[in-house]
């Protein structure tokens, strides 16, 4: 791995992990004991992303794994795709959770398609020979402009296409890659004519935008469809009619060399129980007054669903 590339690394797995609800530790989450690179050819590196969904689902994939013998190693989170793309490319992970339409467009941000399979297929010919993905799930968690329930009714808006005539007035706020990806703030753009009077770069969905929404800071977020934080504050997800935002079926994306026997059969078996109602669920857990751990979250979920 490039020094460069470590470095970026290392700097936003420090933030990821003062924002992860399972972080831990200061260390980079792409070296193990202090060894950087890959673990041995047994084992399967899993990483995740840096909010709350990619770790539960990344420690669901962990433990089955381990329940059927096969060797894992599970990284702290690591940061945005834009940090652990090129890590899986590079093999410094092996596997970690993904979400179609959205990666679809991070590796070709000309591609037009939006249902499911169409978007599945899409993607398993844009990656690279070294990498594929398994299963997709029926699990779906998209992007979505979010505004309060007052915002919603002030502007008389359902939708983004709604909302577009007063975007000059709302301040957005989301994670700081949301404002260059092609489906986020340029595609808003694009397709609804919608141009906001600011943008906050806060956290993926996170206590941040959370927090900036119902205090009023920002008019409209990028949170996620299935985040629990929705219906707890009664939170207003505006439709999208146009399809900015593609199906975003969540998927093992893993390297090739790794996507073999129980390996591959265990995933599969998930992605076949992983359903949207299941992720809201599992959020809404792990965000309740309990606050289990996401390792007690994920083997709930195991557990209810016969693995």
Request: charged fraction near 20%; proline fraction near 5%; hydrophobic fraction near 40%.
């Amino acid at each position: 791995m490039k020094r460069s590339l470590i470095a970026r690394i290392a700097v936003v797995a420090t933030a990821a992990l003062a924002l992860a609800a399972c972080g831990g530790g200061g260390s980079d989450p792409l070296q193990n004991g202090g060894s950087g690179g890959a673990a041995s050819g047994d084992t399967v590196v899993i990483g995740s992303a840096n909010f709350t969904e990619s770790q539960i689902v990344a420690n669901i994939y962990a433990q089955a794994l381990q329940a059927k013998g096969v060797k894992v190693d599970l990284r702290p989170p690591i940061g945005s795709r834009e940090t652990y793309y090129p890590a899986i490319q590079e093999g410094s992970i092996d596997l970690i959770p993904e979400y179609t339409g959205t990666l679809l467009q991070y590796i070709n941000k000309n591609a037009t398609e939006v249902e499911p399979d169409a978007v599945y297929n899409a993607l398993k010919a844009a990656l690279p020979q070294n990498l594929t993905v398994l299963d997709k799930s029926s699990a779906e968690d998209k992007d979505a402009v979010v505004v309060t329930q007052e915002t919603a009714t002030t502007y008389n808006a359902k939708s983004i296409e709604d909302l577009a005539a007063s975007c000059n007035q709302l301040v957005f706020g989301g994670p700081p890659e949301f404002q260059t990806r092609p489906d986020g703030i340029p595609g808003i753009q694009k397709t609804y004519n919608c141009t906001f009077k600011e943008y906050k770069a806060l956290d993926a969905g996170g206590p941040l935008t959370v927090a900036a929404l119902k205090n009023g800071d920002i008019q409209a977020a990028d949170i996620f469809t299935t985040d629990a934080s929705i219906v707890t504050n009664n939170f207003v997800v505006l439709a999208d009619p146009k399809d900015n935002f593609a199906a975003q079926n969540v998927v093992p994306l893993i390297t090739k060399a790794k996507a073999t026997g129980t390996t591959l059969d265990v995933l599969n078996q998930i992605s076949a129980k992983l359903t949207t109602d299941g992720l809201t669920k599992l959020n809404a857990e792990a965000s309740s007054d309990a606050k289990p751990s996401l390792q007690t979250v994920a083997k709930n979920w195991l557990s209810q669903n016969g693995f």
